[in-house]
């Protein structure tokens, strides 16, 4: 892997595939009723040069926050991150900093809002001479990204093995729930090979963090998973949602779901098996948003055609609508989803236009009709451009990517919500 990154625009597949053209009036023909895409607007970015890796969160009083990885030198990197004051962002503070931040393009920190305050953060740290050996570390902060507290690591078995791709959730009180691929069944085998994972699984794990750094309902929710795609949470009406790639006998690594209500974990289900059999981590994971009993699922599937695909609920993620494609004929996946109220979902992705490389936006409406599709950014091609974010903050959505220019920086851009 490669350091490298973005906020709301890429993530290539690393599946070798040859692209099939779009079928003449694109693969998502929009209605003539339909009406035409709002214009995007800049917004300042808080980030500065050598910034890449964003993730946007929001929590439930309105309060809006960025993280952000930024290269300080060829071996040092801080995380950091900021707070959308109405039209403006915080001075950036400093959460950590050191050159064994594991940086990367695909498995980056995480972050989550509980409000204007209480905020809590994960990042990867390396535990080992491995190129793949590092440990997840969550800290929080009272007072707005002030200050931090120590960190906790949410995995006791002490492997300098991979553990990363981590998703937050909150939990009761002031707890949070992680949720991580790990590859501790790796310490018995000679070590982790993305290109060949040999007779070791990685598996997907969850813990709870309470408030003072207690563990608590450490357990195992998927036993064998694709090795390095990254995993979406939220939650709603119905309870937690955990989207991942899972990663059967057959090497088919279709998109998993897991359901926790207050009867506990379900079986994994599939919303939309795609077939998709690659012998390898194409390092391009789902996207997952909630909103009370709506919640919208985005995805990025490399067997021929390869697509961009979101499915809609309406019952907390218990039942989903059909699969509909959202891309332009020719995507590298990298997938965000935002809701509105109404079940509305807005899909971001990464497209191939020629030798350009551009940060997609379309929306779909609760009954699966896809709206006319629209540019946000223009990025490169790579690993470099990272992931896509999109994230609803009041009365628009605010997409962040990163440009991978001389010197990289993270761009922002907001999008009304009509």
């Not at 690393?14 to 339909?34: F, I, K, S, V």
């Not at 040069?49 to 030198?73: H, I, K, N, Q, T």
């Not at 039209?87 to 498995?107: H, K, L, Q």
């Amino acid at each position: 892997m490669f350091v490298a990154t973005t906020l709301a625009l890429a993530l290539a597949g690393l599946a070798c595939r040859e692209a099939e053209p779009p079928p003449a009036a694109g693969p998502m023909a929009t209605p003539a009723a339909t009406p035409k895409p709002p214009a995007t607007a800049a917004v300042s970015s808080p980030a500065g040069a050598g910034s890449f890796a964003p993730r946007l969160a929001s929590a439930p009083d309105g309060a809006v926050f960025m993280s952000w990885l930024e290269r300080r030198d060829s071996t040092r990197h801080a995380l950091r991150i900021a707070r959308l004051e109405g039209s403006r962002w915080s001075a950036p503070r400093t959460i950590v900093e050191g050159d064994s931040i594991f940086a990367n393009w695909a498995d980056v920190p995480a972050l989550l809002a509980l409000d204007r305050d209480r905020v809590v953060a994960a990042w990867m740290w390396k535990s080992g001479a491995g190129p793949y050996a590092y440990d997840v570390r969550i800290a929080r902060s009272t007072d707005g990204g002030a200050t931090w507290s120590r960190p906790v690591i949410p995995h006791r078995d002490r492997t300098a093995t991979e553990h990363g791709f981590v998703s937050l959730l909150p939990a009761a009180g002031s707890a949070v729930r992680a949720v991580w691929l790990d590859g501790r069944n790796a310490a018995s085998a000679a070590g982790p090979d993305h290109g060949d994972q040999g007779p070791w699984d990685m598996t997907l794990r969850t813990a709870v963090i309470e408030a003072d750094g207690r563990l608590g309902d450490e357990r195992e929710i998927d036993a064998r998973v694709c090795e390095c795609c990254p995993t979406a949470a939220a939650s709603g009406a119905a309870g937690d949602l955990v989207a991942y790639r899972d990663r059967d006998p057959a090497e088919l690594r279709d998109i998993g779901l897991l359901t926790r209500s207050s009867k506990g974990w379900g079986a994994p289900a599939f919303p939309h098996r795609d077939g998709w059999k690659i012998a390898g981590c194409p390092v391009n994971g789902p996207a997952l948003d909630a909103r009370g009993s709506r919640a919208a699922l985005a995805w990025f599937a490399g067997s021929e055609p390869a697509r961009v695909q979101v499915a809609l609920s309406s019952d907390g993620g218990r039942t989903w609508g059909k699969a509909v494609r959202v891309d332009d004929g020719d995507p590298e996946g990298r997938v965000g989803v935002a809701l509105l109220d109404d079940g509305t979902a807005i899909v971001t992705w990464l497209e191939r236009a020629g030798e350009e490389v551009r940060v997609r936006a379309r929306r779909v409406s609760p009954a699966g009709v896809a709206g006319e599709a629209l540019t946000v950014a223009q990025t490169r091609g790579g690993r470099a451009s990272g992931v896509p974010r999109i994230l609803r903050a009041g009365d628009r959505f605010l997409v962040a990517w990163t440009d991978p220019g001389e010197p990289w920086r993270i761009g922002v851009s907001s999008l009304p919500l009509r």
